[in-house]
């Protein structure tokens, strides 16, 4: 079931860039990273994890949501969690969306990421 969760996390894209929306500029900051350390990619597993848990749990309130202005304050709530949660892994945003981007640009670096995140 984990390895499931593992690849489900990032073929669904789950690793793809956080977005805090709400602010003025509201596009994903990355940090360039190519080749994440063995620390930062253990932190980023936990972090996969902790996102795409409080996506299934926002998923439900984002489809029984009625109108636009109510979807939106769902998914302002999710991003919030979702950039709480990163930020507790000691984490910036920016980190997170470099390595996830070096996660989606390398297969072998994404077969790592998989098997951390169903340890």
Same mark, same amino acid.
Do not use: H, W
């Given at each position: @079931?984990?390895?499931? %969760? #593992?690849a489900?996390? $990032? ?6 860039p %956080? ?7 509201a +596009?994903?900051?990355?940090?360039? $990273?190519?080749r ?10 936990? #972090? ?15 489809e ?7 979807? +939106?304050?769902?998914r ?5 969690? @979702?950039? +709480? ?8 945003v920016?980190?997170?969306?470099? $390595?996830?981007? #070096?996660?989606?640009?390398d297969p ?10 169903? +340890?």
């Open positions: @079931m984990k390895a499931f %969760l #593992a489900s996390v $990032i073929a669904l894209g789950l690793t793809g %956080l977005v805090v929306r709400g602010t003025a500029n +596009q994903a900051a990355y940090e360039k $990273i190519d994440p350390t063995d620390e930062q990619l253990q932190r980023y597993a936990t #972090a996969v994890r902790e996102v795409s848990a409080v996506a299934a749990e926002y998923q439900p309130k984002l029984a949501a009625k109108g636009e202005p109510a979807k +939106q304050a769902v302002v709530e999710a991003d919030q969690r @979702m950039v +709480q949660r990163v930020e507790a892994r000691g984490m910036s920016p980190e997170y969306n470099g $390595i996830s981007k #070096a996660v989606r640009a072998a670096l994404r077969q790592k990421v998989e098997r951390l995140v169903s +340890q």
